[in-house]
Every structure is written in C-alpha cells, then in structure tokens.
C-alpha cells in the first residue's frame, strides 16, 4: 500500500508541470491582455507596468521564472488586484469554496445513499419508482438552472431563505442543496444498483439462513460491499463539487475561488488564472487519490492485486 501511494504521489509531478506549461500558454494565447481595459495611458507608463510584472520579457522566460517561483511556493503577483499576492488571494477564498463543497457533499451522501438504500430495499414498488425518478429528474437539471429556481421559490415567493450571501448559516443552505442535488442523484442510483447486487449474493442468504436480523444483515453485511460504487464516485464527485462550484459561487455571490477565477478570466490576471488551476488540480487528483484508498480499505482483494 505504501509503495502504492507513494507511487501515485510522485506521479502528481509531471501531471502538475503538464497543467502548468498547457494554462501557461493558453491564457498567452487568448486575445487581450491584463491591462488591456485600464484607462488610457501614455506608452512610457504602459511600458512599466509591463516591466513591473515581467510582460516585458520573452515568453520562454517569462515561462521559466514563473516555473521558479512555483517551486518556491510563490504565484506571483495578482495583476488586477496588487493588494494581495496570488498566494494570499488563493488562501483567503479558496478555504470558502471548500467549505461549499463540504456541504454540497453533505447533501449529496445523505441524500443520496438514504434515497438508493430505500429503493434497493423494496425494488420495482413505490419507493423505487419514485426516489430514482426524482434521481433522473436531479441528474437532468443543471445547477444553472436549478439555483435560479431555488431562490425563486424559497427566496422570492416564500421568502424562507436569503437570495445570496455567506456569513450566515441560512445564506448558505440554496448554494450546497443547489451544488449537491446533481450528486444525491448519482450516488442514488450508484447505491440501489450495488445494494441489489450485494443483496442478491450467496452469503447475504446465509446470513438470513442463520437468523440475523434483516437490520444487521443489511448494515453490516450488505451496506459495506453494496456502497463500493459511491466510494469510487466519490473521488470525481467532490472534484466536481469543486471546480462546478464556479457557477454556484457566481450565482448566489459566495466569496470562494471559483468566483475570483470568473472574475480573473474575465480580467486576463494570468497569474491568478494559474494559479487557481494549479491549486484545482493538486486538490482534485489527492480526493481522487483518497477515493481509491478508501476503495482498497473496503474491498481487500485490491490491497493484494
């Protein structure tokens, strides 16, 4: 297992240089530039703002020290708001997106695995039919759409709950039921087709042969093999609660990194635009990386594969 992760630990190496150097040179690419929309200035002034952030330079070193100061921990500067390093920027709003997809994923598993099981428990009635078509109607609507309609419901026409917003605990329920529907309904479907399988096994029988209570029997024995598929979902769903939480953020105004890096899209800040991926990128393959480790936890046959 050591030998496995560090394995996979050491492959985030070239993985994260590949990123770098391709979002490097695309946002290079794209037409304008970070002081495109400033008011006019002579060209003597434009002249060192270029030189202030090394957009003077030829690209390939303008590359090459970039690359340096990533290994050194350090970003660069934000070219659109110097107030702040591209690091600090990172450390005061991206803990806020985490926090958003902590709830999402809340959502997403209680929901979800409490809709899957019931449904796995009393297949082709009622409580089947129904919790998976609500999974298909979830897994059909965008979070784009589904957040404009939360807020007209609860916000606007039962004014239950805030339009937008972060600071308190109300403001915070439409953004994660927004970003984790799409979710509960993948981890709904996941669980009721692992738990059918598992219930269907010979040892599930055994175990009711000899008595155990249908409550121990699908707790103990059919819960652990019958949620496998989650955990393997689990990886790429919480990669995807992070990097969709770009429109959730600019929907209900939450103050996280996906919103600034809109905002440093919109803006050309190449160093903040980087950066953002670059920290994406690093998060999303350690939960892929967690994912699988939970996965072999689970099932022990992948421990000695």
């Not at 659109?80 to 997106?97: D, G, T």
């Not at 997403?108 to 999974?135: C, F, K, V």
């Not at 589904?146 to 026409?157: K, N």
């Not at 994406?280 to 350690?286: E, G, L, S």
């Amino acid at each position: 297992m050591l030998h496995y992760i560090l394995r996979r630990l050491f492959t985030l190496i070239p993985v994260l240089w590949a990123i770098i150097t391709i979002t490097f040179f695309l946002v290079r690419l794209a037409p304008g530039g970070p002081f495109d929309n400033e008011r006019q200035v002579s060209a003597q002034t434009m002249k060192q703002l270029e030189a202030a952030y090394n957009l003077d330079a030829p690209l390939y070193q303008q590359y090459l020290d970039y690359l340096s100061g990533v290994v050194h921990g350090d970003f660069g500067p934000s070219f659109k708001k110097p107030s702040r390093s591209v690091v600090e920027w990172i450390q005061l709003r991206f803990p806020v997106s985490i926090e958003l997809g902590f709830y999402a994923l809340l959502v997403a598993l209680t929901i979800g695995l409490s809709a899957g099981l019931l449904a796995a428990l009393r297949p082709n009635s009622m409580t089947d039919y129904g919790p998976m078509s609500l999974a298909m109607i979830g897994i059909c609507i965008p979070n784009f759409v589904l957040g404009p309609l939360l807020v007209l419901v609860f916000a606007l026409w039962l004014d239950w709950l805030p339009v937008a917003g972060w600071r308190q605990p109300d403001e915070k329920i439409l953004p994660a039921i927004t970003l984790g529907a799409a979710y509960a309904a993948y981890i709904a479907r996941l669980t009721r087709g692992g738990m059918l399988e598992i219930l269907a096994q010979d040892f599930i029988r055994t175990a009711r042969a000899k008595g155990l209570g249908e409550g121990a029997v699908i707790l103990k024995h059919g819960l652990r093999g019958g949620i496998q598929p989650v955990i393997s979902f689990l990886g790429p769903a919480a990669a995807g609660l992070l990097t969709g939480s770009f429109v959730v953020e600019h929907i209900f105004q939450v103050p996280g990194l996906g919103r600034e890096f809109i905002e440093a899209a919109f803006n050309r800040d190449y160093t903040m635009i980087i950066g953002s991926v670059l920290v994406y990128a690093t998060v999303v393959m350690m939960l892929n990386l967690l994912a699988d480790l939970i996965h072999a936890w689970l099932d022990p046959r992948i421990r000695t594969a």
